[in-house]
C-alpha cells in the first residue's frame, strides 16, 4: 500500500468513525458493531468495485507468485536428483 493509498484509507476510517458519533455519541462497547459496520461499509462504498478487484488480484499474485516459485525450485531439485540416480544407474 503507498502513501496515498493509506492516507485515503485513514480518512475513509476516519468517516465512517465520524458518522457513527453523529448517529449515536461517543463510541462504548456496546457501540462497537454499529461502528465497525459503519467504518466497513465506507470503506467499501469508497472504492470502486473494479479497484476492489484489483486490491484482490494483485494480492493474490503476489500469493501465488510466490507458492509458484518455491514449486519449480522443489521441482527443479528433484529432477537433478532424478538425473543423478539415473546417472548412477548407468554408471
Given at each position: 500500500?503507498?502513501?496515498k493509498e493509506?492516507?485515503?484509507?485513514l480518512r475513509?476510517?476516519?468517516?465512517?468513525?465520524?458518522?457513527?458519533?453523529?448517529?449515536?455519541?461517543?463510541?462504548?462497547?456496546?457501540?462497537?458493531?454499529?461502528?465497525?459496520?459503519?467504518?466497513?461499509?465506507?470503506?467499501?462504498?469508497?472504492?470502486?468495485?473494479e479497484e476492489?478487484?484489483?486490491?484482490?488480484?494483485?494480492?493474490?499474485?503476489?500469493?501465488?507468485?510466490?507458492?509458484?516459485?518455491?514449486?519449480?525450485?522443489?521441482?527443479?531439485?528433484?529432477?537433478?536428483?532424478?538425473?543423478?540416480?539415473?546417472?548412477?544407474?548407468?554408471?
Amino acid at each position: 500500500m503507498n502513501d496515498k493509498e493509506y492516507d485515503r484509507l485513514l480518512r475513509i476510517i476516519g468517516g465512517g468513525l465520524r458518522d457513527t458519533i453523529a448517529a449515536h455519541g461517543p463510541i462504548t462497547n456496546e457501540l462497537i458493531g454499529s461502528a465497525t459496520k459503519r467504518v466497513l461499509h465506507a470503506v467499501l462504498g469508497s472504492f470502486a468495485e473494479e479497484e476492489l478487484k484489483q486490491i484482490t488480484v494483485r494480492r493474490l499474485r503476489e500469493k501465488y507468485e510466490a507458492e509458484n516459485a518455491r514449486l519449480v525450485k522443489r521441482n527443479q531439485r528433484l529432477h537433478d536428483a532424478m538425473r543423478k540416480l539415473v546417472k548412477r544407474r548407468d554408471a
